[in-house]
């Protein structure tokens, strides 16, 4: 158990929805970072949050939003889904704003299908 | 672009052998590399890394090498055990964007006993 939670596990939502993930990092980690894993690629880094702010950007559309709360959950916001949005979306976490010499903790994933 | 790659979809190797897993990379930037492992419903675990200013890590069974001149690495698994089969997963980070991993797809290893 990597300590950070991902909910809810599965999510089956159809094309044109509006879904929104969230992930509780470590306790004491201050860094959450969400990645998309599609069908036989590998994680694509999408956005960082370090203690509430915006950190980093990936390759994250227009058409996603994430944030982190006071309480340093955060949540992935995904709207007008596509077919192609149908993925494994990981949450990690770690304790400092950038890596460092640390690695960082992922959750279980959420699994979306879109259809 | 992928930065990270791993050419190997899947390994099969008996228990108690080597397993040597390789992963590639193209960024010159790149200062530390980890190895993740994942179980079929979990997240990837971390396993072992290395700094660029090393060429050898080891932990227990795990070892991974880097050769900075070809920018290649591996994982060598001594000796392979069935809780072994996973899919490994290299990653690396940027001097310049140390916020972030770039994955290659990762390795499915199968142990057979």
């Known amino acids: 158990d990597s300590g950070v939670t991902q909910t809810p596990k599965h999510l089956i939502t159809a094309t044109g929805q509006r879904v929104t993930l969230r992930c509780s990092p470590r306790s004491g980690d201050l860094s959450v970072y969400w990645y998309q894993q599609s069908l036989d690629q590998g994680l694509q880094f999408l956005i960082q949050?370090?203690?509430?702010?915006?950190?980093a950007k990936g390759n994250i559309l227009e058409r996603f939003s994430a944030q982190q709360f006071p309480d340093l959950h955060s949540e992935l916001n995904l709207s007008s889904l596509e077919l192609g949005d149908s993925a494994l979306y990981f949450c990690?976490?770690?304790?400092?704003?950038?890596?460092?010499?640390?690695?960082?903790?992922f959750g279980q994933g959420t699994r979306l299908t879109v259809v | 672009d992928q930065q990270v790659k791993q050419n190997s979809p899947s390994l099969s190797v008996q228990e108690g052998r080597i397993s040597i897993l390789n992963c590639d990379y193209t960024?010159?930037?790149?200062?530390?590399f980890l190895w993740y492992k994942k179980y079929p419903a979990e997240g990837p675990t971390f396993l072992i890394s290395i700094s660029s200013i090393k060429d050898k890590n080891e932990d227990g069974r795990f070892t991974v090498f880097l050769n900075k001149s070809a920018k290649h690495l591996s994982l060598h698994i001594v000796p392979s055990q069935p809780g072994d089969s996973a899919v490994y997963f290299c990653a690396a980070r940027s001097q310049t964007g140390a916020n972030n991993l770039f994955f290659g797809t990762g390795t499915r290893l199968t142990v057979i006993p």
């Open positions: 960024n010159s930037m790149f200062d530390y």
């Open positions: 949050y370090y203690n509430g702010e915006e950190r």
């Open positions: 990690a976490s770690s304790v400092r704003a950038t890596l460092g010499n640390t690695e960082a903790f």
